[in-house]
Every structure is written in C-alpha cells, then in structure tokens.
C-alpha cells in the first residue's frame, strides 16, 4: 500500500542522521513525508518546519525524539490521529504509549528504515 502520508518527528537534514535516511526511504517508495526538526531546513524537497503544524491525514508519526524531548508532542500528536507511531530505537517511551493506546492510536516499537527495507511498512 503506497502513499502512507508520514511525519518524521525530529528530522534533520544532516545525512549521517537516522531521520534524513528515513526522509530518504520513504520518497523513494513514493510515500508523502512532511517533517518537524529544530532547523528550517530542506531534505530531498521536504521542508522541515519547526512549529507543530496541525497536518491533515497523517497516517503513520515516526519518531527521532528521545522521552524527555517527546512530551511537548504528546497532545500534538494524538491531535493528529494518526493510525501508528514508530518508535524508532532510542526512542522508546512506555509512559507515551499508554496515552496513544487510550486514544486508539497504534504504538509499534520498530526501525522505521528496517521496515521499509523488509517491505513491512
């Protein structure tokens, strides 16, 4: 199923990081990606915004974020109804999934780029 419209939470446009490789990945399969980071920046035709844009139609939030820097998006993210969040490794957050799960919002503790590779995504 193509063209799942994801948010990259904590994107960066410095190639070495694990959220442009994600960026990447996911354009080349032709999803939609609209990503948040602390810098104005542009990775492959993305603009990185640094507010909490209130995005339409998001179906997957994938996160860069460690716990503490995670719990100023809490009420962002469940605003957006999204069906998933991917926490990346690093990002794990127990007390987070608690409140997606209260909110019907998936939580899957996974590689976003190992998901797309293995066509699990």
């Known amino acids: 199923m193509r063209n799942k419209k994801t948010l990259v939470l904590g994107a960066s446009s ?13 354009t ?6 609209v990503a948040i980071g602390q810098r104005e920046e542009e990775v492959l ?16 939030v994938t996160l860069y974020l ?18 998933r969040v991917i926490f990346n490794p690093g990002t794990e957050n127990p007390e987070f999934y608690q409140l997606l799960k209260l909110n019907n ?17």
């Open 66 to 83: 460690n716990p503490s820097r995670q719990r100023d998006y809490y009420n962002y993210i469940v605003s957006l109804s999204p069906k």
């Open 14 to 26: 410095n190639p070495a990081r694990y959220s442009y490789m994600a960026i990447n990945s996911l």
């Open 105 to 121: 919002i998936k939580v899957e503790v996974a590689c976003t780029l190992v998901m797309l590779s293995t066509k699990q995504y």
């Open 45 to 60: 035709g993305v603009k990185i915004q640094t507010k909490q844009i209130p995005f339409t139609n998001i179906d997957t």
């Open 28 to 33: 080349a399969k032709e999803h939609s990606v």
